[in-house]
């Protein structure tokens, strides 16, 4: 048996154009009448139609049988970005949405290393992100940030990335946020691997701590100020002493193994002019119509473009639920742009110990490549060359798209 590694480069158009435009159609099922949901993920498999049209990355492992080739472990990914998306038509059927769009395809904004953005949709889980002081919040009563910043970074993450975001933000996965994110096991190491991550079922699990929400100068809020000092305030509103800062620290996990991928603080400051005993909380009208509203608005769009970014590049990995034969059901479907004739790679999942006794996921590749046979909303299903016993592939092994 000879093996050979092999890559073949298959584009539609030269890469030194900087984009080129794309017509591409795509679908979503329609749940409880949410039209609006169903084409927003309409939309993104649209996009991911298009990507796929303009260029694409084949890598494939080939193997030779008796002077026979044959390929057992193949992979496939896009090379562009998509950007300026016009939706050219949309119309329902029975239960389907359709949409046709026009979309430009930016070849400069690939992936590092051949690796790029395969089309098909990552989900992440968002959970809390408390308070390292929780007293910074006293002021306006902005203690559910903790919770409901979970909720509106999930739908900035779904509004404007190829992520499919699930609100976590009753989860709190750092109980020491002191020290987050890293952990101290009962043998007394230190690590950063969250320590559970099954239950949730995602491939990326984002998390945080907000460190700090003061004022630049505690004076103007300073319950004793007399009136002189107060109307001093008020007419003094535009002045950077009413600043107020919003710093956090945002993780990235993987979903599979909980290792941390990456750890980035940003940091914020806006006007806060509500006086000192209003209570309006996080994420209400009276909120966002202050300037500190509105620099954490802008905030929570550059954490999501900065995830989105982070995580096209990184392999699709979804979880083998069960199998069968030589058919393996895994939960990602239509939903997740999964399409018929789609080929991912097969990899077991295992756990190990090391000398001081920590536990450590490892994924092995099979090289073994599923195709596609059937597509569902939620799972698909799909077959190996040969039964999947005779590599003991079972449920909680993986499938990848790189």
Known sequence: MIRIAAALLLTLVSLSLHAVTMEAEGRALIFDKDIDSARRAAIKNATQQASLQASA????????????LSIDNMQVSTL?????????????????LWVKLRADIDFEAGCPAGVSGHGYQKSVAVTAFPLLYPQHASLGDLSNIQTELSHILSNQINQTSNLKALSAGMLNVHENTRNAPTRQLSAGALTTVLGYTRQLDVQYIVSGVIRDMT????SVTDPKRNILVDFYNRMDYRSQR?????????YIHDGFSGALLFSKQYTTAGRW????????HFASAAFWQQDYGNQTQILIHQIADDLNDELRCMPFTARITKSEDNLLWFNAGALSGMKVGDKLTVYRKSNFFSDTMRSHVQLTNTRKTMTVIEVQPMFAIGRL???????NIQADDVVIAW
């Open 57 to 68: 990355i084949v890598s494939s492992t080939q193997r030779i049988d008796q002077g026979v």
């Open 80 to 96: 562009g970005m998509v950007s300026n998306i016009e939706v050219l038509d949309e119309k329902i059927q029975g239960r389907m």
């Open 215 to 218: 004022m630049y100068d505690s």
């Open 242 to 250: 009413h600043l107020r800062t919003l710093a956090l620290d945002l």
């Open 273 to 280: 002019n509500l006086a000192p005993e209003a209570r309006p």
């Open 385 to 391: 060359a040969e039964d999947s016993s005779i590599d």
